[in-house]
């Protein structure tokens, strides 16, 4: 149960990472980090967008699950509350990052939407 909770605590770090960096503009569109997806891969500028959109709510999944694995790691549980916290902690980075994926979404399309609008004479 360590071992998972040491995982899980590092996932969150990634996941903060993962967003920041091309939130920051450090990181351009890639293959491997970062939200890829629909309008968000198609300019520099969406993906900077749609990444800044998605950090407070990527945050809130990455300290989530920061605190579980802590909670794990030191919280002497048994089996059946490890599982329990997982679920719970599961539930929570899925709600965070599907918030996360719409906000990125929403915010790559309205920046598509200047480019387009900054293209047309």
Known sequence: MIVAGIVWALAGILVIVATEMPARGRLGINGMVGMRFGPLLMS??????????????????????????????????????????????????????????????VAASAELGLEQDEMDP
Request: with cysteine.
């Open 44 to 105: 520099d500028r969406a993906w900077v967008a749609g990444h800044r959109a998605a950090v407070q709510s990527s945050w809130a999944a990455g300290i989530s699950m920061m605190i579980l694995g802590l909670v794990i790691v030191f919280g002497s549980l048994t089996d059946e509350q490890g599982a329990l916290a997982f679920g719970i902690g599961f539930a929570v980075l899925v709600i965070c990052l599907v918030i996360a994926s719409r906000r990125a979404y």
